[in-house]
């Protein structure tokens, strides 16, 4: 399977999931752009060691996903988008009544919002070059949800929609749009939930990881981001030609519970 020749944007992919996948879709063949709102050389790191070790074009590029303008200039800026993976995300728990407003705007503006303005921007470039795949990482909380975590819940919910509408409207064209609904995976973004959770919940670490976080994963183990990766190349393949407008789950179990 090679996609030699296409380039492909991945958002928030300088950790985690992100760099799983532009790791996944370089190692098919593909140009990659990495993306954060920082500008290390860390960052510049990444894309200059996933371009060595796969003989890929690779760039780093910084834009503010929370920011609609910033979100469509990094498309214009790939100069070229035939793969479009809406990853940046950011967490908040904390029970709704008490969940601050600047937390819901930033998760919503991050985790949802910036799909819209990506996606806006890439449909055009993507018609014009005849082909197109949007992959949008949404999440279990896209399809079922759990307390205290309202903003992301409504936004990865809202991603499925945005998803089956761009579906829809790309129907008839070589673009196909679909999101991915992993369960846990340990990126640093879990890690990052497991002090509120420990708090939340008054449980030690361990406790939090089995009894909270892989609870509702019926397989008992962390997804890997190799296998979100994989998915999304698998959703790049002729394979994949008829697939527009789903959720594909990688949750263990999760969502047949
Ligand atoms: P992570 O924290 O490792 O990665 C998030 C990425 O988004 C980072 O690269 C970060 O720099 C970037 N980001 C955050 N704010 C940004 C902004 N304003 N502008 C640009 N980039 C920004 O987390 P992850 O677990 O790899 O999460 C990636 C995606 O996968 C998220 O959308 C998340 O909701 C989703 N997801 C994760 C899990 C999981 O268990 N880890 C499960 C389901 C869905």
Redesign the pocket.
Known sequence: MTLKGKSAVI?????????GVARELARAGADVVL????DLPEDHALAAAIAAEFGVRARYIK????NGNACRALVDAAGGCDILVN?????HVSPVESFPAEKWDAVIA??LS?AFHTIAAALPQMRKRGWGRVVN?????GLTASPYKSA?VAA?HGIVGLTKTVALETAQEPITCNAI??????????E?QIPDQMKTHSMSREDVIKKVMLERQPSREF?T?EQLGGTVVFLCSPAAEQITGTTISVDGGWTAL
């Not at 834009?63 to 929370?66: E, H, I, L, V």
């Not at 990853?87 to 967490?91: S, T």
């Not at 990482?137 to 909380?141: E, G, L, M, P, Y």
């Not at 846990?184 to 973004?189: E, F, G």
């Open positions: 958002t928030g992919s300088n950790s985690g999931i992100g760099l993306n954060s709102f920082t834009a503010d996903m929370s990853n940046a995300g950011i967490q991050i985790n910036s990482i949404a999440s279990a909380h992301y990865k609904c992993p369960g846990y995976v340990l990126t640093p973004l879990v990052a997804a981001v």
